[in-house]
């Protein structure tokens, strides 16, 4: 149970959140923080918080429990705002995509990584985004990755565990490293690559007409290009060796299967397509 | 109104345009035609077909209708064997996905393209195949694409648009080269981006756990890499001009991109997300 949570980043995530909590009845009193005032209004009509600040320092004022919920590009000047006022019982966790600039952020800022901070990524979300997507079931029997460091509190682990565990996730542990490979491999990977190819079709010149026979399978595939551009821009940026390695892997392998089809080489294609199928149907079944 | 019609090769597609006509009561008879007879005991047991036929000869024999519903790699052959044995009344389409290459094989079978032929491309479908999949709905309000060349029958045109429109489909006719250009970058680009990228993703080392943690985004995104295999095998031989254009194009931008990426050109990489959001939220609402 949680007294005072503060949101900092009233948007899909950090809406979602307070939503699954106060259905929970696993929060008090919740604070929600941002400069843009008329998310905080929007916030405070859907009753998904209690109380808006647009400061940082008033927000988190005698919260047991602050969650960044800002683009990775702003976590840093969040840590910087809030630093000098957040009580010393109180709880920090994040929600971001990567984890190892979060820890980048806390160490410019704290010059050390403090006990009470617990880097951490629910692995949900949609392409909407603003705290008017924002629903209590975001978080359902999804995961959500932690990342704590060796010397991170294990008072503050459990609460951010519990605190998942009653928005209706399953918490799982990680390395920093180790979550920013995966999480560029089956989500910023294939972000790139949607939006990529809507840019690409959509400066080809008979624009309107090619998206006019666009069918079922490709608004799936580029849904996720109606993501959050500002968010994307941030987890390029924060995640940046991770999803270069994980770009130049996949442009060697899509170079291999356009010469495959450069050449008509039927086995090759086959055997590209047929692995594919295995995999996709083994472990998206 | 169709008398007999036949359709060769009794799959998702071939099962399903049979079993809207028929309910639609738009034909007396179907015949099935498949090499492989437990296709053929699948489609009669379900009611799909009245007669099931392994020759070809015997199966369009006195047919009125002849719908190809087989892979584009097979289009040729099953040519040659129905040639000598279509009644002169009979009207000839096919499903294929790509459409030149069903022209090419035309002329190389008949020496010309026989009036009576209308190739077509109804675009529907999912990632399932095989006649196990075949539901009546599946051409329900989707386009068919009719690529007539100038001098096909009025006639033959007018049976072909007629029978899909009795499949709940919306019939549009276009050329030959731009149904080619049209597919390769809404269809067939897409379907080598997920393939490849999930082989790239099944082949890195710690596949298990990295297919774990795909969410719901991954799953629509490789959805079609689920797809028939001997199907886009096919379908890159048969389209191959036009998916290499459109590969090149998307690799030059992918390159342009992952160049952003290595850059942090954070101005860069939101140009290029906003503007693929902005196409994406346009046209697929």
Redesign the interface.
């Known amino acids: 149970m949680i007294g005072r949570l503060c949101v900092i980043g009233v948007g899909l995530m950090g809406g979602s959140l307070a939503l699954a909590l106060r259905r929970a009845a696993y929060v008090e009193e919740i604070v929600g923080c941002s400069r843009d005032s008329s998310h905080l209004d929007q916030a405070l009509s859907k009753g998904i918080i209690d109380r808006a600040e647009i400061e940082i320092a008033a927000a988190v004022k005698g919260a047991d429990v602050i969650v960044l919920a800002v683009p990775l590009g702003a976590v840093r000047e969040v840590l910087e705002h809030l630093k000098d006022h957040v009580a010393e019982s109180a709880v920090i966790t994040d929600v971001g995509s990567a984890k190892a600039s979060v820890i980048d952020d806390l160490l410019a800022v704290y010059g050390e990584i403090p006990e009470n901070v617990v880097p951490g990524h629910p692995?949900?979300?949609?392409?909407k985004c603003g705290v008017a997507a924002a629903i209590p079931d975001l978080f359902h029997q999804?995961?959500v990755?932690i990342t704590p460091l060796k010397h991170t509190s294990t008072h503050a682990v459990e609460v951010v565990s519990r605190m998942w565990s009653a928005a209706g996730a399953m918490v799982e542990t990680m390395d920093v490293e180790h979550h920013d490979k995966?999480?560029a491999?089956?989500?910023h990977?294939?972000?790139?690559?949607?939006?990529?190819?809507?840019?690409?079709?959509?400066r080809?010149e008979?624009?309107?007409?090619?998206?006019?026979?666009?069918?079922?399978?490709?608004?799936?595939?580029?849904?996720?290009?109606?993501?959050?551009?500002?968010m994307?821009?941030d987890i390029?940026?924060a995640n940046?060796a991770a999803?270069?390695e994980?770009?130049?892997?996949?442009?060697s392998?899509?170079?291999v299967?356009?010469q495959?089809?450069?050449d008509?080489d039927?086995q090759l294609?086959?055997d590209?397509?047929?692995?594919?199928?295995?995999?996709?149907?083994?472990?998206?079944h």
């Not at 994980?246 to 442009?251: I, P």
């Not at 590209?272 to 998206?284: G, L, P, V, W």
Request: net charge positive.
């Open positions: 692995i949900a979300g949609n392409e999804r995961r990755i995966v999480l491999a089956t989500s990977l294939p972000h790139m690559l949607a939006f990529s190819l809507v840019d690409t079709l959509a080809l008979d624009e309107d007409e090619i998206f006019r026979y666009a069918a079922g399978g490709f608004r799936d595939f580029t849904r996720i290009a109606s993501s959050d551009p500002v994307w821009r390029c940026i940046r999803l270069l994980m770009l130049e892997r996949f442009m392998d899509l170079a299967l356009t495959a089809v450069a008509s039927k294609l086959l590209i397509f047929r692995r594919a199928k295995a995999s996709r149907d083994e472990f998206c």
